[in-house]
């Protein structure tokens, strides 16, 4: 019998601790044993609302849903809207599978230089050409205002160019906003919702475990436009949903409506984490880009995305010449290589993320969100210190 391929390593523990006023709303509605309804009660779709509200959106609790995770909220749009799906080259690992799982085919436009989240407009018209060629209708662009694997924001001009191409080829866009809250300046970076360029064209998705629920709680919610056509796309999404039957647990429900009305305390740790990830990111940037790596300087979450193709003498001296050696030596650091955001496996690119930095502990964790600056604790400095080392002893040799 021949055994499976190995997976990739095992991530540090995801997330931050769990806040104390979250986790008490939801021991208070542990008892609470009615069905929670496909799409999402209206109490939590209300909450919903005032959520979106205070990001520009006007919303109604008629136009909203929500799922137990991102992923089955996205599997439930690309149902609604059929056809083919267009993706950002490199994107969040979890765009794909859902289309793929439908057999719907999927189609990737690389990202400008600038910054990753959106494609370059006119790859985009290129593929969405290309597909039809071949017989297959593009419906669906799936793009980031804060991106995931690169941590980058794209500029709201570039956001809106490729808005405004998909809408031209009759695309629907879903925008990805999860990582939003998580802005490392939030006076130096300016994020707008292609929702507020294009009302008609946009679906909003927010997976809530990015930034406003602990990790282990799949939570998120869509907002649709306010037309009759978003009402259609809305009411197939929800026919999907119901179809899957994995609503949200009730208790569960409880304590996301409170977190989405974001009391203070919400707020606090949102900011605080946002922060604490900035510092981590901007350290692992410096770290790359000093052992020669080229790496977009970081705006939002906890990922960078470092390209070493730079350093591929050195590297193909070692026997790494694809994104997956890469990933298997830098593992200690929750590397990802590049050709699991449906980047070129080829292309010496990985994705590594600050968690890693955090250690294994949540009392660590709790030590790094409280501390004035993480980079002193002493397990930060070690890990940062450590990759350092790594980069430089994989890249010693083939240089002469």
Same mark, same amino acid.
């Given at each position: 019998m021949q055994l499976a391929a190995p997976g990739p390593? *095992?991530?540090?523990? +995801?997330? !931050?601790?769990?806040?104390?006023?979250?986790a008490a709303h939801l021991a208070a509605a542990a008892g609470r044993d009615e069905a929670e309804p496909p799409g999402g009660s209206r109490p939590l779709r209300?909450?919903?609302c005032g959520y979106f509200a205070r990001r520009g959106l006007d919303t109604d609790p008629g136009h909203t849903l929500?799922? *137990?995770?991102?992923? +089955?909220? !996205?599997?439930?749009l690309y149902a609604a809207a059929g056809g083919a799906v267009v993706l950002p080259r490199p994107c969040s690992p979890w765009y794909a599978p859902p289309a793929r799982m439908l057999g719907h085919p999927v189609h990737r436009a690389?990202?400008?230089a600038e910054s990753g989240g959106v494609p370059d407009p006119f790859a985009l018209l290129e593929t969405v050409r290309r597909a039809r060629i071949h017989g297959v209708e593009p419906r669906v662009l799936v793009l980031s205002v804060a991106d995931d694997p690169t941590g980058t924001c794209p500029v709201p001009e570039q956001v809106h160019e490729v808005c405004e191409a998909a809408a031209g080829e009759g695309l629907w866009v879903i925008s990805d906003e999860s990582y939003r809250d998580l802005l490392h300046d939030p006076h130096d970076t300016v994020v707008l919702s292609p929702a507020e360029m294009l009302p008609d064209e946009v679906v909003v998705l927010t997976d809530l475990r990015a930034a406003l629920v602990p990790a282990s709680w799949p939570a998120a919610v869509a907002r649709f436009?306010?037309?009759?056509?978003?009402a259609a796309l809305r009411g197939a999404a929800l026919d999907a949903l119901a179809a899957l039957d994995i609503p949200l647990p009730g208790p569960l429900t409880c304590a996301v409506a409170h977190a989405l009305g974001e009391p203070e305390a919400v707020r606090t740790r949102t900011a605080t984490a946002a922060r604490l990830y900035g510092t981590l990111a901007a350290a692992l940037h410096r770290t790359l880009t000093d052992?020669?790596?080229?790496?977009?300087?970081?705006?939002?979450?906890?990922?960078?995305?470092?390209?070493?193709?730079?350093?591929?003498?050195?590297?193909?001296?070692?026997?790494i010449s694809e994104s997956s050696a890469l990933e298997r030596e830098l593992e200690r650091w929750a590397a990802r290589g590049g050709h699991r955001f449906g980047d070129d496996p080829?292309?010496?690119r990985v994705r590594l993320g600050s968690e890693a930095l955090l250690g294994y502990g949540m009392e660590l964790r709790g030590q790094a969100l409280a501390a004035a600056d993480p980079l002193q604790l002493p397990y930060v400095a070690d890990a940062l210190t450590a990759l350092s080392q790594a980069l430089a002893a994989l890249t010693a040799s083939g240089e002469g």
């Open positions: 390593p *095992p991530d540090p523990p +995801a997330g !931050l601790p769990v806040l104390p006023e979250l209300t909450a919903a929500a799922a *137990p995770g991102a992923s +089955a909220l !996205l599997l439930a690389p990202v400008p436009p306010h037309t009759d056509r978003g052992a020669g790596a080229l790496c977009r300087p970081p705006h939002s979450g906890s990922h960078v995305y470092a390209d070493l193709e730079p350093l591929h003498r050195a590297l193909a001296a070692r026997g080829g292309a010496l």
